[in-house]
Structure formats: structure tokens, C-alpha cells
């Protein structure tokens, strides 16, 4: 069974500050990873794709992919209250259907 | 472009009642899915379209649920009859899939669905 795996958090941390949320998953034969920002009592929206291994940057916020760690990372630089929410990590292979976390609740406090 | 189209936003019925849920993917998108999300189990996969032919339903909980796609532009998920442990967010999402690459899904703004 495909696994994705989030920390649940909540990760709280004071505005200005990098925000490091993590991913693992066990399907070796992922291909696309995708983070989603959801708010509370909203739906998920994409904020990042990445499908090879490094870095992606888009404004404040960086993917990062190790495929031989099965491991990818988003960071939000500068964060600000508003980026609080939780963040849904959805992994996908060859089927591309995606796989999703749990989720990690980020809390940006002033 | 519009995005996913759900209705209704909120349901509340009592239990042993129908329940139809109904969604309207973004057009040109060739994958319609349903999910259903709650605070214990996280987004789960229900079923899952690929041009209106439904592909995997393993998601479904039980027979009680049903799903349709008539047509590229509706999607309906219906629940005959409804319990309380049925009472979740519900969302519809919509996908393109083009040259060899994924796509991200697009979400609909979901039915909050409340089983008395």
C-alpha cells in the first residue's frame, strides 16, 4: 500500500521565520509531488509542483525532492500569518493518481 | 476559466435519508474525483472517473454509496441510506492529463455533510 507520511503538527513558528514542513513516502516509483495549502474550512489548493530531484523555487516558497531518500520538503521563507494552514503533501507514480498526507498544521505567530 | 463546481455547500438530513451530492469538473479535464475528508481519517479517495467511465471504487465505503458520471460536464455521488458516521466534507476534483507529465488536481469548494 502507498504510504505518504506527514508530521501532523502543529508546527508553529514567528513570522519572519523559515517554515520547513516535511514529507516521506514508500512508492519508489513516484513520479510527481505536489504541495497543497488548505485553510481551515476551505478546500486544498495547489501551492507547488516538483517531479525532478533538487530544488524548485516560486516566491517564498521552495520545494525540495531527494528521490533516493524518498523525501520531499517545502519551505517557506518570510512566513507570515497568513501562510497559516495546514499543508497536504500528495505523492503520485505511474497510475497518476495521487496519494495524499494527513497534513501539517502551520501556525505563523506574530 | 471556472473551477470545480459542488453543490450543495451544506447538507444536513436525518439519518436513512438520500443523500446526492453534485459536482461539475472544469471543462476539458478527462479525470473526475471524489473525496471525502474528516479530522480522523484525512482526505480519502472514493472513485475516480477517467472520461465518465468509473475506474477504481475501491474507495467506497460501503454499497451505500454510489457514483455516477452522465456526461463529461456532471458527477453525481449519492448515499442511500445516510448515517451519522457518513458526516464529512465532501470534495469533487477535476484533472487534465496532458503529454506524459501530472497534472495537479483542481478542488472543488466541497459539501460539508452532516448525518443527524
Known amino acids: 500500500q502507498k504510504e505518504v507520511e506527514q508530521n501532523s503538527g502543529p508546527l508553529s513558528v514567528p513570522e519572519g521565520a523559515i517554515a520547513s514542513l516535511n514529507c516521506t513516502y514508500s512508492d519508489r516509483g513516484s513520479q510527481s509531488f505536489f504541495w497543497y495549502r488548505q485553510y481551515s474550512g476551505k478546500s486544498p489548493e495547489l501551492i507547488m509542483f516538483i517531479y525532478s530531484n533538487g530544488d524548485k523555487e516560486d516566491g517564498r516558497f521552495t520545494a525540495q525532492l531527494n528521490k533516493a531518500s524518498q523525501y520531499v520538503s517545502l519551505l517557506i521563507r518570510d512566513s507570515q500569518p497568513s501562510d497559516s494552514a495546514t499543508y497536504l503533501c500528495?505523492?503520485?507514480?505511474?497510475?497518476?493518481?495521487?496519494?495524499f498526507g494527513r497534513g501539517t498544521s502551520l501556525i505563523v505567530h506574530p | 476559466d471556472a473551477g470545480v463546481i459542488q453543490s450543495p455547500r451544506h447538507e444536513v438530513t436525518e439519518m436513512g435519508q438520500e443523500v446526492t451530492l453534485r459536482c461539475k469538473p472544469i471543462s476539458g479535464h478527462d479525470y473526475l474525483f471524489w473525496y471525502r475528508q474528516t479530522m480522523m481519517r484525512g482526505l480519502e479517495l472514493l472513485i475516480y472517473?477517467?472520461?465518465?467511465?468509473?475506474?477504481?471504487d475501491s474507495g467506497m465505503p460501503e454499497d451505500r454509496f454510489s457514483a455516477k458520471m452522465p456526461n463529461a460536464s456532471f458527477s453525481t455521488l449519492k448515499i442511500q441510506p445516510s448515517e451519522p458516521r457518513d458526516s464529512a466534507v465532501y470534495f469533487c476534483?477535476?484533472?487534465?492529463?496532458?503529454?506524459?507529465?501530472?497534472?495537479?488536481?483542481?478542488f472543488g469548494d466541497g459539501t460539508r455533510l452532516s448525518i443527524l
Open positions: 500528495a505523492v503520485s507514480g505511474g497510475s497518476y493518481i495521487p496519494t
Open positions: 472517473f477517467n472520461n465518465n467511465v468509473p475506474i477504481d
Open positions: 476534483a477535476s484533472q487534465r492529463r496532458t503529454g506524459g507529465w501530472n497534472q495537479p488536481q483542481h
